[in-house]
């Protein structure tokens, strides 16, 4: 429901229709009225058949059905700006599970962050309906662009300090005395960032623990480094 809402109050010109369960008519009457406005289809629908839609039983009781979200090509003349708002950019580079994409966006709107880049690359997950889901409304509030990274961190290291993220190796995620903004490079979980992606970053950080288990899942340690990094007296 919360992604529906969001995408409701962010764009709702991208709405095409809207399924709902008929236990819900009270909560979607607003959108229901929104769209009668522009005389688009709405319609209660029976669970098994809404599951058929959203193809999943995990759709809160509304679908809406909503055209493509298209994905920015990073311009390195309009990023050569970005850091002028002093918050932080979020890089992904081959994150594949769309499901930690959605939790990474759900993060990133929750901390205010407004722009997510994503790597020009196979393995990198591109928003998806359970990407969408599972983001609970977060990728409305964020801006995706696609983009080379080769070509894309050097210009950003222009404005930003590049911190890329590996496994052991690092220092813990803090402010030091350039005052220059974060850009955040997250790898994936299973092979990290790649060694010439490392290379271009400005500095590398990790997030110390028990030793107990090896590592956090990628969308934990995203959440983590998202609040180290812009929390109270840090921002940026």
């Given at each position: 429901?919360?992604?529906?809402?969001?995408l409701f109050a962010q764009e709702p010109d991208r709405v095409e229709r809207?399924?709902?369960?008929?236990?819900?008519?009270?909560?979607?009457?607003?959108?229901?009225?929104?769209?009668?406005?522009?005389?688009?289809?709405?319609?209660?629908?029976?669970?098994?058949?809404?599951?058929?839609?959203?193809?999943?039983?995990?759709?809160?009781?509304?679908?809406?059905?909503?055209?493509?979200?298209?994905?920015?090509?990073?311009?390195?003349?309009?990023?050569?700006?970005?850091?002028?708002?002093?918050?932080?950019?979020?890089?992904?580079?081959?994150?594949?599970?769309?499901?930690?994409?959605?939790?990474?966006?759900?993060?990133?709107?929750?901390?205010?962050?407004?722009?997510?880049?994503?790597?020009?690359?196979?393995?990198?997950?591109?928003?998806?309906?359970?990407?969408?889901?599972?983001?609970?409304?977060?990728?409305?509030?964020?801006?995706?662009?696609?983009?080379?990274?080769?070509?894309?961190?050097?210009?950003?290291?222009?404005?930003?300090?590049?911190?890329?993220?590996?496994?052991?190796?690092?220092?813990?995620?803090?402010n030091g005395p350039d005052e220059r903004p974060a850009a955040l490079v997250?790898?994936?979980?299973?092979?990290?960032?790649?060694?010439?992606?490392?290379?271009?970053?400005?500095?590398?950080?990790?997030?110390?623990?028990?030793?107990?288990?090896?590592?956090?899942?990628?969308?934990?340690?995203?959440?983590?480094?998202?609040?180290?990094?812009?929390?109270?007296?840090?921002?940026?």
């Amino acid at each position: 429901m919360a992604a529906v809402r969001a995408l409701f109050a962010q764009e709702p010109d991208r709405v095409e229709r809207l399924f709902f369960d008929p236990g819900l008519e009270r909560e979607v009457h607003p959108l229901c009225q929104a769209l009668a406005r522009v005389r688009k289809p709405f319609r209660r629908v029976a669970p098994a058949e809404l599951a058929r839609i959203a193809g999943t039983v995990l759709h809160g009781g509304v679908v809406a059905v909503a055209a493509p979200r298209p994905l920015r090509e990073f311009d390195p003349a309009d990023a050569a700006g970005w850091a002028r708002d002093g918050r932080l950019v979020l890089v992904l580079d081959g994150i594949g599970n769309p499901h930690n994409l959605g939790a990474i966006a759900r993060s990133a709107a929750f901390f205010g962050i407004e722009r997510l880049v994503l790597a020009d690359r196979p393995e990198q997950a591109l928003p998806s309906d359970a990407s969408y889901r599972i983001a609970e409304g977060g990728l409305e509030h964020l801006t995706l662009y696609r983009a080379r990274l080769a070509m894309a961190l050097p210009v950003l290291k222009r404005g930003y300090r590049v911190l890329g993220t590996a496994l052991g190796r690092g220092e813990p995620p803090r402010n030091g005395p350039d005052e220059r903004p974060a850009a955040l490079v997250l790898g994936n979980e299973e092979t990290g960032l790649a060694r010439a992606t490392l290379a271009l970053c400005d500095g590398i950080v990790t997030i110390p623990g028990s030793g107990r288990v090896q590592s956090l899942n990628v969308a934990a340690a995203a959440a983590i480094l998202l609040y180290a990094l812009t929390g109270p007296g840090k921002r940026g």
